[in-house]
């Protein structure tokens, strides 16, 4: 894979000085952009992160950690094998999104890797008495992908919802490509919180930006993928429901 080393950005946000600093330590991650990202990502950090932001870093990592209910070092080790992002890490970056707003956590695990994946699956169910209640394999039809996904219930806090991604997804960044809605293509991996620009953006103006595509179906009930259109109608209204309480507007972008 070819790299670009990309300036690091001194745009800010309520947590963009932390976006790629190690939670809780400092120092950066990511500074070697892959050229083939769509977006940019951001990055605040040059130096050694000052006291203020590695509290702020740690404020943000005990909001995630909680909503697991997991001890450091346990949460720390399934960090490090796999991606935790979308929902629950936008709810841990802003304080201003309620806990009741986020729903189960996902975790991902990347490149398909099944042995990481059963890895996880032990400690969720035999270290930590997680339950699995359900578990399937998906078609991804819109990005011609397919998962795995397996659902637990969590006796410490939210539930998992555990995601085999494709091979194709060989770093957090080609996944959280992949997610439809800005303001959730953000991660913790590997003791770092990171994402996109984009995420930055919308959550620094608590505004989420919905294609014509990802809206089209809540006006005419129809999916212009599958052509599922009733299951897809409600789709769209509960996952619009949930930009709503986790305190964002939803505004269109012109194509």
Not at 74 to 87: L, N, Q, S
Not at 183 to 199: I, T
């Amino acid at each position: 894979m070819t790299h670009k080393k990309r300036k690091l950005s001194t745009s800010r946000c309520d947590w963009c000085d932390i976006f790629s600093t190690v939670a809780g330590l400092g120092g950066i991650m990511c500074e070697y952009v892959p050229a083939e990202f769509e977006y940019p990502l951001c990055t605040a950090m040059t130096a050694i992160a000052k006291h203020t932001n590695v509290a702020r870093a740690r404020t943000y990592k005990s909001r995630l950690m909680k909503l697991l209910g997991f001890d450091e070092v346990t949460f720390e080790a399934i960090a490090d094998m796999a991606v935790i992002a979308g929902g629950a890490v936008t709810y841990a970056l802003n304080l201003f999104v309620p806990k009741q707003a986020v729903g189960d956590i996902d975790i991902f695990v990347l490149n398909g890797d099944l042995a990481i994946a059963k890895k996880l699956e032990t400690l969720f169910t035999d270290t930590l008495s997680c339950e699995v209640v359900w578990r399937c394999t998906y078609d991804w039809v819109d990005h011609q992908t397919s998962f795995a996904l397996i659902k637990f219930n969590n006796p410490f806090g939210k539930g998992i919802d555990l995601v085999v991604a494709d091979a194709e997804c060989l770093t957090p960044f080609k996944l959280i490509q992949r997610f439809d809605y800005d303001y959730v293509r953000c991660f913790y991996h590997q003791g770092a919180f990171n994402g996109l620009a984009c995420a930055q953006e919308a959550h620094r103006t608590r505004t989420v930006t919905a294609t014509a595509q990802l809206v089209r179906p809540i006006y005419t009930k129809e999916n212009p993928i599958t052509g599922n259109t009733w299951s897809n109608w409600i789709k769209t209204c509960m996952r619009i429901e949930k930009i709503r309480q986790k305190g964002f507007t939803l505004v269109p972008h012109n194509e």
